[in-house]
């Protein structure tokens, strides 16, 4: 019996340490964005620019070495490829708008030090007379007033979905 109060005291420390450890750890690594309005302006100005289609003025506010991430797992693409992909869903998509809230934070440490910018939205535009909403979630790294990276998350099967499209297994 005595081995057992021993056991179940030396997990409680353990995972009271645990805990501790990831409070601690946010603290010390995640923090109130001190230039929160100017990144918070690149990002609109950024998703104004593409709901727009000023293509010229979206590409300014990407960093050159800029990595885009998402929506799929391992999924990436560059500054040219995501300038480029937009302006071709731009020869099929009308009536686009975009709605959405954001708020910032900075990382102090890690691989994931900067200033970020997270946006919760939904995006809805019409193609082939199918309007789509999209809701998304969007994170961007600010650094020196551009868009250095970005992670994009939302349904692609949705949308196949609402345009007509089924899911079917493949055959044997």
């Known amino acids: 019996m005595k081995t057992l109060k021993t056991s179940a005291f030396v997990l ?24 929160s309005e100017d990144d918070l302006k690149v990002v609109a100005d950024y998703l104004d620019a593409l709901m727009s289609n000023k293509m010229t003025e979206a590409a300014s506010l990407l960093a050159d070495n800029y990595t885009g991430a998402g929506p799929g797992y391992q999924e990436t693409e560059t500054k040219l490829e995501h300038l480029a992909n937009w302006k071709e869903s731009h020869l099929a998509r009308t009536n686009q708008k975009n709605s959405y809230v954001s708020q910032t934070f900075r990382v102090l440490e890690g691989d994931l030090t900067g200033d970020w910018v997270s946006v919760w939205g939904t995006y809805t535009y019409t193609v082939n007379d199918v309007t789509i909403n999209l809701p ?22 949705a949308i196949s979905e609402a345009m007509g499209y089924e899911l079917t297994a493949k055959k044997e």
């Open 12 to 35: 409680l420390l353990i995972i009271g340490q645990i805990t501790f450890a990831q409070d601690q750890s946010y603290k010390e690594t995640v923090t109130e964005n001190p230039t």
């Open 136 to 157: 998304y979630q969007y994170t961007a790294m600010i650094d020196n007033g551009k868009i250095a990276r970005s992670a994009i998350y939302y349904d692609k099967l």
